[in-house]
């Protein structure tokens, strides 16, 4: 990397410095509550909401998913996450083991990746012939409007990273118990490949970046921002009100009238903490 383009990267990160966690989790807060108000609008509605997360290994894709989902309905806000294909799945339609994991009414599904694979690992890792890319770039534009006209609202968001970010997240999982389950194969043999996937990316939003099903891109070199944005930005594309509901009330409890707790030997785990 050159002088001027170190020197710009500074000046953007001083302009743009990263957010703290306690002013993260105060605007994280506030925006849960209008997710759950978004919830009860669409089991209310009957709505049909599906939203995409694309982008590079490490951008960040299921750390926004989880803030978007900590404190929803797992029942409502639904997560699809698909391993590879089988070889029944692969002789199948390509989209097909897509579809039954569309939203029906009052269902929010989220894609950990889509079917836009097709567009992106398995292009550039040589899954599939480059035909096979052409016809789905030229078939999922009509795919997705067909996904919008039966009523489903369709967001499609693509997470980007900055080549130095997405080494410094990589090489963080490495050594870290927690995510070394998130370096996968896959993730070592594409690290390579930065520009191939640069212009499979560009090509995709090419074809696919229509009127009824645009892509919204988010710079996610800081987590944090990211996330509340893509939040804010996913609330702020579907209408909805908050419902009136009558403020819940515990009743009082009789405890030990009805029924005598029984001196049980009870199989206790160690208190080890």
Known sequence: MGKTKKKKNKEISKANPKLNNKNYQIELAKLHGELVKLQQWVVHKGLKVCVVFEGRDGAGKGGVIKAITERASPRIFRVVALPAPTEREKSQMYAQRYLPH?????????FDRSWYNRAGVERVMGFCAEEQVKRFLNVVPAFEKMMV????????????VSPEEQTRRLTSRIDDPRKIWKLTPMDLKSYDRWDDYTLARDEMFAKTDVPWSPWHVAKSNDKKRARLNIIG?????????????????????????????????????????
């Open 102 to 110: 569309l939203p029906a009414a009052g269902e929010v599904v989220i």
């Open 149 to 160: 006209e039966s009523g489903i609202i369709l967001l499609k968001y693509w997470l980007e």
């Open 233 to 273: 930005h996913l609330l702020s594309s579907i209408e909805f009100q908050k419902l009136d509901t009558e403020k819940v009330k515990l009743s009082q409890r009789k405890i030990g009238k009805k029924y005598q707790e029984r001196d049980y030997p009870f199989k206790l785990i160690p208190e080890r903490f």
